[in-house]
């Protein structure tokens, strides 16, 4: 295809993943994220799988996805720590963090642009207009919608944009993992759960933000997933200076109280070891899990990638996989014609089953967790 100008919202790592493929191949590119101050940090690990590595080695990134955390065995607690059931099933975490930055790195110079929020897009047969939250406009051929849970692009393709809560939110803790007591020492180089009625949580190690695997500069990563009804999510996500938000409660934002309240329940609820990782844990952050599912991917000019398109639970661990698949398919499908609407719906026609088929994964694998 021709060169085209492409405006991506979102920074994230679908954004990232499509912004690189589409400059590998000439287009003029940018991307445009709603953070004054940048996603780096705000992650914690992740389990690769194929679309990631084959994305990682088109942009020259390979590299990244080796360097990670193997966990030897799967092992399933017991409420008093004990060791109910091993499973010989190693797997490898990698940093989001140094996954984030090494792939940013790829992308050509000045194209990411902080503080650029997208409120929303018209589109026309000449193109697509952005508008942003300070009341700028621009113009563009082709715009992607990678901004998430809560995109705003969304709503151009499809008629129901919302998402749709699942009943559940998740707690995380992301600790150096010298701050484990060796009362914990169970827990490392293993995944572990603890599952039981109304109760589904799990930890493993992932590398340091800059990717270090050695003992002693790794992480703690664990994640409680806990019954939240909806009409308590207001609060849930209500943070220490009552400041709202959204779909989540970022680190930082708990209250002491609430804190002190979670570890008295960690103590109460869970395993003695998990209750130690997150008793150590200063700034937990809550997830609520959503789900949606969009009707249409693209439209003439417009397309979604990622959350914006398909939220999948992290159950899965399939988000930033199925994010490098829409990438990659994305691109493969401008360079079969000039003719941008039929490569769009291309790109839909390939994408949509799969989709649909991670999301509905994800929901079965969130009815048997909890």
């Not at 500069?217 to 806990?226: A, D, F, G, K, S």
């Not at 002491?256 to 570890?263: F, I, N, P, T």
């Not at 996989?321 to 829409?326: M, R």
């Amino acid at each position: 295809m021709k060169p085209l100008k492409i405006r991506i919202a979102g920074g994230s790592l679908a954004g990232l993943f499509t912004a690189i493929l589409l400059q590998q191949d000439g287009h003029d590119v940018k991307v445009y994220e709603r953070s004054s101050s940048g996603l780096a940090g705000r992650g914690a690990g992740l389990v690769p799988q194929q679309d990631l590595f084959d994305v990682l080695r088109e942009i020259g990134c390979e590299d990244v996805a080796q360097i990670g955390v193997v966990a030897k065995e799967r092992i399933y607690l017991d409420a008093g720590g004990r060791i109910a059931q091993r499973q010989q099933t190693p797997q490898t975490q990698v940093s989001w963090d140094y996954l984030f930055e090494s792939v940013s790195s790829r992308l050509l110079s000045d194209t990411y642009r902080l503080d650029r929020h997208v409120k929303a897009v018209r589109e026309d047969p000449q193109g697509v207009t952005l508008s942003f939250a300070d009341g700028m406009e621009e113009r563009a051929d082709l715009v992607i919608g990678a901004d998430g849970l809560g995109s705003a692009i969304r709503s151009a393709v499809n008629r129901h944009s919302e998402n749709a809560y699942a009943g559940y939110v998740a707690w995380r803790g992301l600790i150096p993992e010298t701050r484990l007591p060796a009362d914990a020492a169970l827990l490392l180089d293993r995944f572990a759960f603890y599952i039981t009625s109304g109760i589904h949580v799990l930890g493993y190690l992932v590398p340091g933000s800059r990717g270090e695997t050695r003992p002693g500069q790794r992480r703690y990563n664990w994640v409680w997933y806990r019954p939240t009804p909806a009409e308590d999510l207001a609060r849930t996500f209500t943070g220490r200076d009552g400041r709202h938000f959204e779909h989540s409660l970022p680190r930082g934002e708990l209250s002491d109280s609430r804190r002190a309240q979670l570890r008295e329940e960690a103590l109460s609820l869970l395993p003695p070891q998990m209750a130690l990782a997150v008793d150590v844990e200063e700034t937990p952050s809550i997830q609520g899990i959503f789900d949606y599912q969009a009707e249409h991917m693209v439209s003439q000019r417009i397309a979604l990638v990622g959350d914006a398109a398909f939220v999948v639970r992290p159950h899965t661990a399939m988000g930033v996989s199925k994010a490098a698949g829409d990438a990659m398919a994305l691109r493969d499908a401008l360079r079969q014609t000039d003719d941008l609407p039929a490569a769009l719906a291309r790109y839909q026609n390939t994408r949509l089953p799969v989709g649909k088929a991670i999301s509905a994964y994800g929901r079965r694998l969130g009815e048997t967790a909890m």
